[in-house]
């Protein structure tokens, strides 16, 4: 004969009595289906078993009865604390990446300005393709701290820093002076 199967059905956190009918259109048709009419589960079942998943019952049948089978198949779930770890990996990748990426920017800057300060014969005009080192590492400074990779109060350290410098090179050949305090 065949079994008699019901579908699943999700089922509340807490109940107190879980009463299942069988309609007669699922049941085979034999004299034994009465057997099955009525089934009802009292509260002391497992809440944790059944909360985050669904019940399947099917009727097995045994020689002159049958039986109910019930199978708690719980859904799976992404585990939050393994996603929160690849999420942060990734970030952590991406982060690596921008902070590299400054460094170096700020360490070609910094190494063509000294180098500039170095040179005794400079002209003026040497400090042009400086300012677009200086400006490409302020770009990605900035777009680091829009992303949320470096804290803007880092940021603005750092390019200060490039700027300092730049101004200590220009002094050192004369090609800018600094107002005096007392002229202010």
């Known amino acids: 004969m065949a079994a008699a199967s019901f579908s699943c059905f999700a089922l509340p956190s807490k109940f107190g009595n879980l009463s299942l009918n069988a309609s007669p259109s699922c049941l085979p048709v034999s004299s034994s289906s009465l057997a099955l009419k009525s089934l009802s589960f009292s509260s002391n079942i497992s809440v944790s078993a059944f909360s985050n998943g669904c019940l399947s019952m099917s009727g097995a049948q045994r020689p002159l009865r049958y039986s109910v089978v019930c199978e708690a198949a719980p859904q799976k779930k992404a585990d939050s604390a393994a996603k929160r ?17 400054i460094r170096t920017r700020m360490k070609k800057a910094m190494e ?4 500039l300060k170095k040179k005794p014969e400079a002209q003026s005009e040497e400090v042009l393709p400086i300012e677009k080192l200086i400006a490409e590492a302020y770009s990605v400074i900035d777009k680091a701290v829009k992303v ?5 109060n880092t940021a603005a350290h750092r390019k200060s820093r490039l700027a300092r410098r730049k101004k200590a090179v220009e ?10 305090p007392a002229a202010a």
């Open 85 to 101: 770890a690849r999420q942060a990996e990734k970030r952590r990748t991406y982060n690596k990446a921008r902070k590299s990426e």
């Open 112 to 115: 063509a300005l000294d180098d």
């Open 148 to 152: 949320g990779t470096l804290h803007r």
């Open 171 to 180: 002094i050192h050949h004369g090609w800018y002076t600094p107002a005096s």
